[in-house]
Nanobody, 126 residues
Framework: VQLEESGGGLVQAGGSLRLSCAAS????????MGWFRQAPGKEREFVAA????????YYADSVKGRFTISRDNAKNTVFLQMNSLKPEDTAVYYC????????????????????WGQGTQVTVSS
C-alpha cells in the first residue's frame, strides 16, 4: 500500500492543523493506521493510532486531548486533527499502515507497521 501525507505547514502556537494520509494500492479498510513524528535530533515517536474498524483509537500522552485520529474508509484516508498546537509538536509527521489480519489490535510500536509515507512537516512557532 502506498501512503501520502498532506496538510502540514507553519502555524502559531495555539493554532490547528489537519493532516491527511491518502492510501492506495490495497484494501484500505483492512489496515490499522498510525501517525508518528520525528523532530530534529530525536527518535521517531508514536502519536496516535486507529484500528481498521475505527473502533479503537490510541494516543500518546503528550497529545491526548489535543489531537484526534479518524478515518474514512470510503475515501481511503486517515486524518489527524491537531488542536492547541505547541512548539514542541514541531516535527515531520509520518503516516503508517499494517494489516493485522482481521484483528482490531493496534500498536504504539513503529515495528508493528509495514508501510510508511514520506512525511509532512509541521512547524509550530511560539
Amino acid at each position: 500500500v502506498q501512503l501520502e501525507e498532506s496538510g502540514g505547514g507553519l502555524v502559531q502556537a495555539g493554532g490547528s492543523l489537519r493532516l491527511s494520509c491518502a492510501a492506495s494500492g490495497r484494501t484500505f479498510s483492512n489496515y490499522a493506521m498510525g501517525w508518528f513524528r520525528q523532530a530534529p535530533g530525536k527518535e521517531r515517536e508514536f502519536v496516535a493510532a486507529i484500528s481498521w474498524s475505527g473502533s479503537g483509537t490510541y494516543y500518546a500522552d503528550s497529545v491526548k486531548g489535543r489531537f484526534t485520529i479518524s478515518r474514512d474508509n470510503a475515501k481511503n484516508t486517515v486524518f489527524l486533527q491537531m488542536n492547541s498546537l505547541k512548539p514542541e509538536d514541531t516535527a515531520v509527521y509520518y503516516c503508517a499502515a499494517t494489516n493485522p489480519g482481521g484483528s482490531d489490535y493496534v500498536s504504539r510500536n513503529a515495528k508493528f507497521y509495514d508501510y510508511w509515507g514520506q512525511g509532512t512537516q509541521v512547524t509550530v512557532s511560539s
